[in-house]
Structure formats: structure tokens, C-alpha cells
């Protein structure tokens, strides 16, 4: 303040040309919250015809500057209500399923996230897919005989045959069950010439395998093959089952067998070829045993075959822990793991 006129002129003088070189060689200059505050608070100092002259920016983005300072102050910092949003390590392992596993859906992605003890809705998982660009897949229709297979669930078994064509031309026929209340499968046989006599031997050796698990079962569902002869039956029956036949073209009434073909046929037969007899044997022993102790189920809940039902899964820190991905069948499919 002591200073000369003169002398302030000067000093002004040299700051104008001063931010004039610097202009020069800077393209672009970007100004801090603090700037901003600053130059919008000297404004009203400056008469407005001269702030072209004084400050580096237009009036117009000066004004705006000052406009969003005071909105600032009166602005409320409420929390908006509603849901935690999904932590981004959850959504990265979302993805990651996703598109390891390309047939996947988030029915299938919610069931393996569920054994990994994070409870999330399967829209959650829906909506994660779908703004990734990521195909969440249609939930299909269930099966009919509704009522009859959610009272009587763990007392029915069903069983049913498909075929193989290898590489070298030649189909063989895969026999399987599938127990209802677990949705555990069973590979019973595999043979290029299923006839009768040769159906009912492998009827007698699942029987045998199967043991006192037969306590629980009460009924099995089949089709009318020939294939299923009088010698078949009498093997279930012995055990105390009752022969369910299907009425004749009704893959329906036998639905989840079909829809379990319809996954072997999906995730593992439509994606590899079978040289022979003894590969898929060696193909289906090993998928069997992910699909019976680790793969999610939705008729059951999004648990697993084997699963303990007093055992509860414990939640997971994905920010500490790290889950791992297991291949299987060459990469075919995944099982996911924590890594202790």
C-alpha cells in the first residue's frame, strides 16, 4: 500500500506480459476448485469491461464459475436413499464367470456365486450382465407334472437313453438316471447295441451300486423303449419301486431327464469331439462328478447334488480373499474356488 502509483503500474504491467508468454505455451490451462473461488471472488473488484484484459478466461465462464460456488454452498450432502450398490470385486467375478463360461446364465452365475457364500439376487446379476453388453441368457420354462414332482421329489428316479456320434461315424448309446430329489446323476452304461438283456444287466448293476439309497425311492420314470423290457422292471421292482411309463411321443412327462441330456448336450457333447466308446466313458466319469459336487442346480435351490444341508456357507471377502478358477474338461466349463 506504500508503494507508488507508478510502481504498481509497473508491477501490472510485467504480470499482464508475464501471462501473456505463458498463454503462448500453454494450450490449455486447468484451474483448481481454490483458482476458480479466487478469480470468481477478485470479479467483483474488476469492473466487468475490463475483465477481458485482467483475468484469462471468458465473462461468461467466470460467471459460471461463480453460479456453481454458490449453488455448492446451499447444496444438500444428504445420502441418497435406497441399496448399496454391488461392490466393483463382486461385479469383476460376475463378468469374469460370464465370459469364461460362455454358457452361463445368470441363473447359473447367481448358484455359483451362492457357493461362494455372497447372497445376490439373481436380477442383480441380471442388470451386471445386461450393461456389460453380456448376454444374462432367458431363465426356460420348468417342467410339467408340477405338483406331482414337488410332492414326491426325492422318492422319484428317472432314466433314460441318448446317443453319441463319434468322430469316426459310429453312435453309441449312453444310458443315465437322475434322482429327483437331488438332481444327482448317474452314468449307468455305455454300449453301441442296447438291447434288452443288455439294459437289464446294467439295471442290476446301478441296483447293486446304489444300495440302501433304494429306502428313499419309491418310483421310476422311464419311456416305452424297447430297450426297457419285463426283465428291467422286475430288477426295480424287487427294490420296491412302481414303473412310471411315459404316455408314447411325450418327452415331457419325463422332463427333467430330458433337461439333463439337454445340459450334457449343451456344456459338454455340442463342444468336443468323441473319438470313441472309451473317451466318453473318461468324458462323462469326470463331468459327472462336477455336475454332482460342484455344480449348482436351480430345481434344488442353486445347491449342489452332494451338498451337506447343514452346512452354511460362509461369506467372503473378495477384497481380501482370492477366488480361483479350476477348468474342466479342458477348459470346457469352470469350478470356482477360494484360495485359503
Known amino acids: 500500500m506504500a508503494r507508488s502509483d507508478g510502481a504498481l503500474m509497473a508491477e501490472v504491467l510485467a504480470l499482464r506480459h508475464e501471462n501473456a508468454v505463458l498463454r503462448r505455451q500453454v494450450a490449455r490451462v486447468r484451474y483448481e476448485p481454490a483458482d476458480r473461488a479466487w478469480f470468481a471472488a477478485l470479479s467483483g473488484l474488476v469492473p466487468r ?50 465370459r469364461d463360461n460362455p454358457c452361463w446364465g445368470h441363473r447359473r452365475i447367481q448358484g455359483e456365486l451362492l457357493k461362494l457364500g455372497h447372497r445376490i439376487a439373481y436380477a442383480t446379476v441380471w442388470e451386471i450382465l445386461t450393461a456389460a453388453g453380456i448376454d444374462p441368457a432367458l431363465r426356460r420354462s420348468g417342467p410339467t407334472w408340477k405338483q406331482f414332482l414337488a410332492a414326491q421329489a426325492r422318492t422319484v428316479i428317472a432314466t433314460d437313453f441318448f446317443h453319441v456320434d463319434t468322430a469316426l461315424l459310429r453312435r453309441v448309446y449312453v444310458l443315465v438316471f437322475i434322482e429327483h430329489g437331488t438332481r444327482r446323476l448317474h452314468v449307468a452304461g455305455i454300449t453301441a447295441h442296447p438291447d434288452g438283456a443288455w439294459t437289464a444287466q446294467q439295471a442290476r448293476n446301478f441296483a447293486m451300486a446304489l444300495g440302501e439309497r433304494w429306502e428313499e425311492l419309491r418310483f421310476l420314470i422311464r419311456d416305452r423303449g424297447g430297450q426297457f423290457t419285463e426283465q428291467f422292471d422286475a430288477v426295480f421292482e424287487d427294490c420296491g419301486l412302481r414303473i412310471l411309463r ?53 430345481g434344488i435351490a442353486q445347491c449342489v447334488p452332494d451338498h451337506d444341508p447343514d452346512q452354511v456357507a460362509t461369506v467372503i471377502d473378495l477384497d481380501i480373499a482370492r477366488v480361483r478358477r479350476r477348468p474342466v474338461l479342458g477348459g470346457l466349463t469352470s469350478e470356482y474356488q477360494v484360495v485359503a
Request: a positive charge; charged letters at 20%.
Open 246 to 298: 411315459s404316455p408314447p411321443q411325450a418327452p415331457r412327462t419325463n422332463a427333467i431327464c430330458e433337461r439333463l441330456i439337454g445340459t450334457l448336450r449343451r456344456e459338454l457333447l455340442d463342444r468336443i469331439l468323441i473319438i470313441n466308446r472309451a473317451h466318453l466313458c473318461s468324458v462323462l466319469a469326470e463331468y459327472a462328478l462336477l455336475y454332482n459336487g460342484a455344480r449348482p442346480h436351480q
Open 49 to 98: 469491461g475490463r475483465w477481458v484484459e485482467v483475468f484469462s478466461v471468458a465473462p461468461a465462464t467466470l460467471l459460471s464459475w461463480h453460479r456453481r460456488l454458490v449453488a455448492g454452498r446451499y447444496t444438500s450432502t444428504k445420502r441418497v436413499p435406497g441399496r448399496p450398490s454391488t461392490r466393483p470385486a463382486v461385479k469383476a467375478l460376475i463378468l469374469g464367470m460370464a
